[in-house]
């Protein structure tokens, strides 16, 4: 006896007619998906490597500037130093001072004082 629901629906080769075209829709729909998912990760990856990008470009400049201002720091220090270094007076100026005999005007500086051991390694 055939079954009553098949007769209904048209018979068992309607039932196949519909079962194939819910799979072909179900080979579209799943073609559609996996496309989805794969334009999605072509856009996922474009755009974490454009933030990427920009990122490196943001620390690059961030960390080029902070170079700058360290080595503008150092060429300070070492400009101060040069400077007081100017402002010495060179061995040859020194020896000069100490030979020469003591001022007698109210500011003039002082001649540095000689240690009396000095005198006596020089005998």
């Known amino acids: 006896m055939a079954d009553p629901r098949i007769a209904a629906s048209g018979g068992h080769d309607a039932d196949e007619t519909r079962l194939r075209r819910l799979v ?8 559609d998906i996996v496309g989805r998912a794969e334009l999605e990760g072509r856009i996922d990856r474009c755009a974490f490597a454009e ?3 920009l990122g490196f470009l943001s620390g690059r400049d961030v960390g080029y500037q ?6 503008a720091r150092d060429w300070a220090r070492i400009a101060l130093r040069v400077r007081n270094m100017a402002r010495v007076p060179t061995f040859a100026e020194l020896q000069a001072r100490r030979n020469a005999p003591p001022s007698t005007e109210p500011n003039s500086p002082k001649r540095p004082f000689k240690h009396p051991a000095s005198e006596e390694a020089k005998r």
């Open 66 to 71: 902070q170079a700058e201002e360290e080595a």
């Open 51 to 53: 933030g990427y990008r």
């Open 24 to 31: 072909e829709r179900a080979e579209r729909l799943a073609a």
